[in-house]
């Protein structure tokens, strides 16, 4: 059974920084595809980031070059570094683990991905 275990979220201020960390048993993060998206206060759900299987990376343009996705094969966790935080980075922060998409296409989807393994999250909290 896939299982996602999402840590690290917090309470933050704007310019502030957090790492998040994804936990995952199940599969070995080194054979698929991992991604983490968020959902807002009020709006749906969208892809953040993204890492396959051979370590390339994608983001969401509201977060490129202050997010950054990272693996860890002996641990198998992805982290999510996030810097300069905004406002508007506040949500739930969950991740994926998806052998059968490519990234571009899970970022994309966002809100319409179905994904039967979802783990509680890790609420990110951007305030002054």
């Known amino acids: 059974q896939l299982q996602t275990v999402e840590s690290g979220g917090g309470l933050v201020q704007p310019g502030g920084f957090l790492r998040l960390s994804c936990q995952v048993s199940?599969?070995?993060?080194?054979?698929?595809?991992t991604v983490w998206f968020r959902q807002g206060p009020g709006k749906e759900r969208e892809g953040v980031a993204c890492?396959?299987?051979?370590?390339?990376?994608y983001y969401t343009d509201t977060v490129t070059g202050r997010f950054t996705i990272s693996r860890d094969s002996a641990e198998n966790t992805v982290y999510l570094q996030m810097n300069n935080l905004k406002q508007e980075d506040t949500g739930v922060y969950y991740c994926?683990?998806?052998?059968?998409?490519?990234?571009?296409?899970?970022?994309?989807?966002?809100?319409?991905?179905?994904?039967?393994?979802w783990g509680q999250g890790a609420q990110v909290t951007v305030s002054s």
């Open positions: 890492i396959t299987r051979e370590g390339g990376r």
């Open positions: 994926a683990a998806d052998p059968n998409n490519p990234c571009p296409r899970l970022l994309e989807l966002g809100g319409k991905y179905e994904y039967p393994y």
């Open positions: 199940g599969l070995l993060l080194d054979h698929t595809t």
